[in-house]
């Protein structure tokens, strides 16, 4: 292109395909929102445990220091979010592409063309899937029933996508060969 031209500036893209399709691989879609919702709450367990016993030290603290230490309440809220946001996009970006209880419950979380999750994804998915959940409850479980990737609402709005884990979805083409 000579000089005199006009130069193009932009940003150009490629469109990528669906790495998952529940046509010819179901297993891995099978069973994935009932073992999701169970993961959900081993995670939000696990996130409790540390924030509830911050809030037992700030109790004793502030009976220690005659009710000065209680102050430090207003610290907790912003702290658990905090800690919720770091807890998930920490197991998301790990190499396991799953939080502990997605662990447990043999799944993982990918974007919708395949690639691994990372820290700052898993950390937007946790934001949109709360403020999804405090507006929408239960329709953005509802969305997962309506799609042939069981991809809920905030999955959808990411980009994300849950999948059985390569174990699990290994015994369940095992099983699926055998016949009933």
């Known amino acids: 292109m000579p000089d005199s031209d006009p130069k193009r500036v932009g940003v150009s893209f490629?469109?990528?395909?669906?790495?998952?399709?529940?046509?010819?691989?179901?297993?891995l879609f099978e069973g994935v929102l009932a073992r999701r919702v169970l993961a959900f709450f081993i995670d939000v367990f696990l996130i409790?445990?540390?924030?509830?016993?911050?809030?037992?030290?700030?109790?004793?603290?502030?009976?220690?220091?005659?009710?000065?230490?209680?102050?430090?309440?207003?610290?907790l809220s912003p702290a658990a979010v905090i800690w919720a946001l770091v807890h998930y996009g920490t197991t998301f970006g790990s190499p396991a592409s799953a939080t502990i209880g997605m662990?447990?419950?043999?799944?993982?979380?990918?974007?919708?063309?395949?690639?691994?999750?990372y820290f700052l994804l898993g950390a937007v998915h946790a934001i949109v899937f709360w403020i999804?959940?405090?507006?929408?409850?239960?329709?953005?479980?509802?969305?997962?029933?309506?799609?042939?990737?069981?991809?809920?609402?905030?999955?959808?709005?990411v980009g994300t996508v849950v999948i059985n884990n390569e174990v699990r979805a290994n015994a369940l083409r095992v099983l699926s060969r055998r016949g009933p």
Do not use: Q
């Open 48 to 75: 409790a445990i540390p924030v509830v016993f911050a809030g037992l030290f700030i109790f004793v603290f502030g009976l220690v220091t005659f009710g000065l230490g209680w102050a430090l309440y207003w610290l």
């Open 103 to 117: 662990r447990v419950m043999d799944l993982e979380m990918r974007t919708w063309y395949g690639a691994p999750m």
């Open 14 to 27: 490629e469109v990528k395909p669906h790495a998952y399709d529940p046509a010819t691989s179901p297993e």
């Open 132 to 157: 999804t959940v405090s507006a929408l409850t239960p329709l953005i479980l509802l969305v997962g029933l309506f799609n042939d990737r069981r991809r809920l609402l905030h999955d959808m709005l």
